[in-house]
């Protein structure tokens, strides 16, 4: 009334105020309400949809969904595997390699990983270290004949690069007889 307001307001606020009492005893503290937790990545969800991506030649795909479960679960050899073959699939040897030597390192009697490691290698025109792995494939698995016919192609294609062994001279002439000079004649209209 003092500031001027007209009566009409005034009566209508005193109506809808509300009285509020005050007690002695405090009020209950509301009892918190449960949040859901979000549940942790499940890695198996991962797994199988890079297993799909990579089933249909989704390479790219395969390999972030394969990251993603080697971040949740560091210690499974198969998962590497899996990620080094898009890996190769993509012609990306050299990651593809790490790959395979992590599973090698996670399950050294892996006898795939040495073979996928070897070709992989082989791509890349490392050939000792390919051979090496073919090796080892032989060791651990004797009957794998691709592995065997693969050591045996790039032992011979290795040794075709090789320069050849010098000739000891007592091995040219056994007898220790001097040579014979044979007079062929002039041979400069032969050069070229």
Do not use: C, W
Not at 96 to 102: L, N
């Amino acid at each position: 009334e003092s500031t001027g307001a007209e009566k009409e307001l005034i009566e209508a606020v005193r109506q809808k105020s509300q009285i509020i009492k005050i007690s002695a005893t405090p009020a209950p503290k509301p009892e918190p309400v449960p949040v859901a937790t979000p549940r942790p990545p499940d890695f198996l969800a991962y797994q199988n949809r890079a297993n799909a991506h990579f089933v249909k030649g989704e390479f790219d795909l395969a390999v972030i969904n394969y990251n993603k479960v080697i971040e949740l679960n560091p210690k499974e050899s198969a998962t590497y595997m899996s990620r080094g073959l898009a890996y190769h699939n993509k012609e990306y040897y050299d990651k593809a390699i790490i790959d395979f030597g992590k599973v090698i390192e996670l399950d050294p009697k892996d006898v795939s990983a040495y073979a996928k490691r070897a070709d992989s290698y082989e791509r890349m025109g490392e050939l000792n270290k390919a051979i090496a792995d073919y090796e080892k494939v032989v060791e651990l698995d004797p009957t794998n004949q691709t592995a065997k016919s693969s050591l045996q192609r790039l032992q011979a294609e290795l040794a075709k690069t090789m320069p050849p062994k010098p000739v000891e001279a007592s091995a040219v002439n056994e007898t220790n007889e001097t040579p014979k000079i044979i007079n062929v004649g002039s041979m400069k209209e032969l050069a070229v």
